[in-house]
Each structure stands twice: as C-alpha cells, then as structure tokens.
C-alpha cells in the first residue's frame, strides 16, 4: 500500500491540535453509577456491542440481543448480561479471562443517541439471577457481570450522519444473502439451497436451543 502521501499522528498533542479539547459537559457527564435514566434506557434496549481484548491487544467486538430488557442491573454499579447459544467461538469469552476491561454500547432502535459503558468483567456459570433471565423456557448459558467503572450517553451524530434508522435509506439487497455469502466463505461445499434452507425463517426457532 502506498503511504508517503499519508500525514500520521503520532502523539496527543498533535491529535488535540486537531481535534481541540473536549467541551466541559463532555468530561462531567461520566459517572461510575447507575442514574435512574440509565435503568430506564437498558430498561428499553434490546442490543448491545461488547468490546474485548486479550493481554496482546487482540480485539473483538461482539453483539448480543434479546427482549428489551435483557440486562440485568445487580445494583447500581453492576450489570449481568446473559448468553445465549451461538457459534461457540467464544472470542470475547477468552479476552475476558486474560484481560477483564470490557466496552459497551446500548442501542434502542429509533434513537440516535446510546448508552456506553465501560468496566470491568468476569464470567458465571451459575448464579440465582439467572432465574430472571429466562426467554422462551431457556436459561442462558453463563452471564456475563460487569463493574462499572465509567457510564455516560452519547450524542447521535453518528446515526444522523449514517442515516441508519431511516428506512428509505436501507438497502439489504445490495448485498448477496447471508446463505451465499456462507457458501463462498464458510461452507463451500454446502448446495446453496441447504443454506438457504438454514438461513430461511426456520433459523429464528433455533434461537434459545
């Protein structure tokens, strides 16, 4: 790749001159606590994106939904989020038993603005608080808990900029279907019409087993 038009940045100092300093408002809106509208946002938000990394740097970004609702508030410092069956990869699973710092972002859909929320994580297997995580009949698989350590909302510029929740700018044809992407990535010799067998409505009632 061709990189001597590239201008880098390579201290802080020189990303504040770009970027200039964070407004006041900005560095006091994080908390290390649960506000009453931060119970009433994961109250209503059915998806989530959690960040990970091992001790090596190593990154994954995983996403996790079900019923608005789905995280658990332990206590006012303290979140659980369940685990439901799914590829096993388990890659975020393995950076939290090496690095335990997580990132998260709250979606509701329809809004712009989101919940983040930084801290640190462990994994449990069992705990009586799986009982209020229940959907469908299924207990999930372990939860994940997380310390909060740093929680704010975030504006919606993004979404504006990005036009996601707007329906007329959605395009999902654009793209080939999961199924053909499956079978020129993952499952080459798969007959394109067992995939999409497997990726058809049928897929859904898979969800919790």
Known sequence: METQDWEPIDSADELRELLGTPKPA????ERKTLHELDRAWLAASPFCLIAT???DGNCDVSPKGDPPGFTLILNDSTIAIPERPGNRRADGFHNILRNPHVGLIYFVPGRGDTLRVNGRARLVR?????????VKGHRPQLA?????????????????????????????????????IAQALERPEDPIEELEHYYGPSYAEGMYR
Do not use: G, Y
């Not at 900005?26 to 809106?29: D, E, P, Q």
């Open 26 to 29: 900005a560095i006091a809106k």
């Open 53 to 55: 990394s091992d001790t």
């Open 126 to 134: 069992k705990a009586s608080f799986f009982d209020q995580m229940v």
């Open 144 to 180: 994940i808990v997380v310390e909060i350590e740093q929680i704010f909302h975030h504006c919606a510029k993004a979404f504006l900029r990005s036009e996601l929740w707007r329906p007329e700018s959605w395009n999902p044809q654009a793209l080939p279907s999961r199924a053909r």
